[in-house]
């Protein structure tokens, strides 16, 4: 269906791209962990593939398009050599870095929703992958770095919540068969609007009403990643 509204190299170059600012995520995590390279290199695969990975396998397109095409695999080394040479530099550009981290998940969320909804499955649940085909990756890295999730953290500015609106004006579009390149266009426009306004503006999702908890609340800096 996207391939109806993009070129070939148009839909590849905006995956590479996505691909990449996932990577330098996961690359920065690693940096700040303490990793050696192939931990650097790891981080970054995962924080760049994992989402795409896990819709393919979900959905039977095998063999998964980060096994298939070099380019899925070359991006987040080269993440890695940039990250591995010039952290402190990339970390002195961590704003930019998340304005296209917020590019590349409203591009992620539409083309894994539109992807999950070609190879047959519901509306609900194409828009569920496409959410996890956003924030899987996120989540693999947290995990493989001895964190508690980003995702699951109430201190962490909203990420999952813009993934998850750009999902779902996808799956409407298909079903009012409205889903064309403007509407495509808005949806990822819509998440990373969305994404940006969160980190401005600190958006969390609220916790349990009326909760009644002695956990420590550890402390959030400012435009720091996801939840």
């Not at 870095?97 to 590349?104: H, R």
């Not at 969305?194 to 609220?206: D, I, K």
Request: aromatic residues 12%.
């Amino acid at each position: 269906m996207l391939q109806e509204f993009f070129t070939p190299s148009v839909q590849h170059a905006l995956d590479l791209a996505g691909i990449f600012v996932f990577a330098i995520s996961g690359a920065l995590l690693a940096v700040r962990k303490n990793f050696d390279v192939f931990g650097i290199a790891v981080l970054a695969e995962v924080t760049a593939l994992g989402g795409g990975l896990f819709r393919d396998l979900v959905i039977g397109a095998v063999p998964p398009a980060a096994f298939t095409d070099l380019g899925y695999f070359v991006m987040p080394l080269v993440a890695t050599v940039l990250v591995f040479f010039l952290h402190p530099v990339v970390e002195r550009t961590q704003a930019a870095v998340n304005v296209f981290d917020a590019a590349g998940l409203g591009l992620f969320c539409v083309a894994g929703t539109t992807k999950a909804y070609e190879y047959g499955l519901g509306l609900t649940f194409s828009a569920v992958l496409g959410l996890a085909t956003g924030v899987g990756g996120g989540v693999l890295r947290d995990v493989l770095a001895n964190e508690v999730p980003s995702l699951l953290r109430w201190d962490r500015d909203l990420y999952a919540v813009p993934a998850i609106v750009g999902a779902t004006m996808v799956a409407l579009c298909i079903r009012f068969e409205m889903l064309n390149p403007f509407t495509s266009a808005l949806a990822a426009v819509t998440t990373f609007l969305l994404r940006l306004l969160a980190m401005r503006y600190h958006w969390r999702a609220p916790r349990a009403w009326n909760r009644r908890s002695t956990a420590r609340e550890e402390e959030q800096l400012p435009g720091k990643a996801t939840a």
